[in-house]
Structures are given as C-alpha cells and as structure tokens.
Antibody, heavy 122, light 106 residues
C-alpha cells in the first residue's frame, strides 16, 4: 500500500492550491478516504472525508465552503482543492486510507501518506 | 462535536518502564477509538483500533482498553524506539484527535 501526496507549496493568503494523493497497492475504489492536517509543532486535525464512490462527503467546520474533496477512482487518486487559504491553514496535509465495507474489523486510518506541506504566507 | 482529552501531555519514563496514557471522550463513542504513534517528521502509525485490537505488526507490549468515554493505551516495558508522541482518535462521528502525549526519556 502506498499513498503519495503532492501539490503542496507556498501560497499567498487568499490563494488556492490543489493537493493530490496517488494510491497504489490496494483497490482504491473500495475504500473511503480522508485528509488530515498537522500545523507545525501542533497536533493532528481531521479535514475531510469522502466515501468510496464519492457520494458522501464531510468537512471540518473550519474548511467548509473553502475546501473541496474529490476522487477519481479510474486514476486511483484523491484530491483536495483548497481556496481562500489563510495563514492558519499552514500545515502538513496527509492522505489517509479510511474504511472499506469489505472488512468488518472496524479498522480505519491504517495507511497514511508521507504528507505534503502547505505554507500560506505573504 | 466530540472532544477528546488526553492525559498527561508529557510523560517522562525510562527504558523498561510500564506507562499508561488516558483518553476521555466528551460523549460515548462505544469502542470506536484508535491510538497512533508519531515520530518527528513522520506520518502517524496506527497501533490500536477499535479500542483494543492490535494492528498487524505492532509489538504486543502495546495494549489498549476501555469503552464508552474512558480509554487507555499501555506500553509495557518501554523500548528506545517507543519514545514518540501518541494520539488517540475517535471515529464514532467524523474523526477527532486528542492533543497528543509526548513520551520522553527520563
């Protein structure tokens, strides 16, 4: 299993970025996926969730209306479109494998990418 | 929203010690709780899921317990590789993480 994020970088306040996560080594279309972020020196913060088929989406209140999660199962890829970025959005963003309905063990979050750093600064 | 409160924030211990970290949920989350280990510059690693199930490949010195609102992570006989930050996470409703517990060398 591999999750590889890309698309991070330096952006000015109010700007936009699109993060990507390339998945391999598992049946991507059978798994729900999530994004989690971690500000420098701080704890983990859940950002967004998308179901296996993309029909169910949730956002943390602090990104609602600014961020959009999506996926392309044909390309085994997860995305996070981030608009109206603020200094407080500065963080490492992780792509996380969530659950599959083919596994009843209750396991979620078993694989994480290495993260991509987003810096919002003028 | 469900809040998760971990204690202590920092824990000083020696190799061979047994340590316990506590996590409290603001409302019942049944057994929908996970524990992660994170080292500097690395992604979190899943240790325990569903409160007490050991993730594949994780040493048996790690154990989890509890249900409802009170949970524990115990590391019996701390090893040098265990000095890290530990997070609890509820996944009963969305995801919420505790603030983390840094386990440092005494």
């Amino acid at each position: 299993v591999q999750l590889v994020e890309s698309g991070g970088g330096l952006v000015q306040p109010g700007g936009s970025l699109r993060l990507s996560c390339a998945a391999s080594g598992f049946t991507f279309s059978s798994y729900d996926m999530s994004w989690v972020r971690q500000a420098p020196g701080k704890g983990l913060e859940w950002v967004s969730y998308i179901s296996e088929g993309g029909s169910t989406i949730y956002y943390a209140d602090f990104v609602k209306g600014r961020f959009t999660i999506s996926r392309d199962n044909a390309k085994n890829s997860l995305y996070l479109q981030m608009n109206s970025l603020r200094a407080e959005d500065t963080a490492v963003y992780y792509c996380v494998r969530d659950r599959t309905y083919y596994d009843s063990s209750g396991i979620r979050g078993d694989y994480w990418g290495q993260g991509t750093l987003v810096t919002v600064s003028s | 929203d469900i809040q998760m409160t971990q204690s202590p924030s920092t824990l000083s211990a020696s190799v061979g010690d047994s340590v316990t970290i506590t996590c409290r949920a603001s409302q019942s989350i049944s057994s929908w709780l996970a524990w992660y280990q994170q080292k500097p510059g690395k992604a979190p690693k899943l240790l325990i899921y569903k409160a007490s199930s050991l993730q594949s490949g994780v040493p048996s010195r790690f154990s989890g317990g509890g249900s409802g609102t009170e949970f524990t992570l115990t590391i019996s006989s701390l090893q040098p590789d265990d000095f890290a930050t530990y997070y609890c996470q509820q996944y009963n409703s969305r995801w919420t993480f505790g603030q983390g517990t840094k386990v440092e060398i005494k």
